[in-house]
């Protein structure tokens, strides 16, 4: 049965985003791009909700298309236009380049959807995250921790009263100093 993988990049301070939405912090090189590049790539499909979805077809759609785009979103722009994606939203009314659209996020579908042939799914976006979560239907986390400290914005994970054990599967070290940490949820 394939994974549902929670991917986000977080400031050491757990932000996924500075003040108003800013994520001009990531430390993002040619070694981060290939990594990811070739994670999406080995990917069954994304799962995005609407923010992310919007941010991603604002540019991935056409970003090969562009004679001085760097050649890591030349390689990345198919690769994102043709995975399957399901987009969870309650406002769009249509989605594009391979894309499902979903309104309420129902477990039963979510592992119905994980029980299909395929790779891994790729999960994206803090409130969907926290849905997933919420519903234990997240099988790994990727974090990605960049080196800074935000200060303030929108942490990756809320407030909660409910602890969750987790086990460290992987750890890597980028050279521009990004730490990826893999976990699963502790048996």
Same mark, same amino acid.
């Given at each position: ?59 991935? !759609? ?18 994102? =236009? ?24 129902? !477990?039963?579908?979510?592992?119905? %959807?994980?029980?299909? !042939? ?9 409130? %969907?995250?926290?849905?997933? %979560? ?47 940490? =893999? ?5």
């Amino acid at each position: 049965m394939r994974k549902i993988v929670l991917m986000m990049s977080v400031s050491l301070d757990g932000c996924i985003e500075g003040p108003d939405g800013d994520i001009g912090w990531h430390r993002v090189d040619d070694e981060l791009l290939a990594h990811m590049n070739a994670t999406v790539a080995g990917m069954g499909g994304l799962i995005h909700g609407r923010r992310v979805y919007e941010l991603m077809a604002a540019y991935w !759609p056409t970003a090969d298309a562009d004679p001085d785009a760097p050649a890591s979103d030349k390689e990345f722009a198919p690769v994102w =236009r043709n995975l399957p994606k399901f987009v969870y939203s309650r406002t769009l009314t249509h989605v594009d380049w391979n894309s499902t659209l979903v309104r309420e996020v129902v !477990p039963e579908e979510v592992r119905a %959807l994980k029980e299909q !042939p395929g790779g891994d799914l790729g999960l994206g976006g803090a409130d %969907l995250a926290e849905t997933f %979560l919420r519903y234990d239907l997240v099988d790994e986390l990727r974090i990605y921790v960049h080196p800074v400290l935000v200060g303030r914005g929108k942490p990756l994970f809320p407030r909660s009263d409910t602890l969750t054990s987790l086990r460290l599967v992987e750890s890597h070290t980028f050279g521009n100093g990004v730490v990826l940490l =893999r976990y699963e949820p502790a048996a």
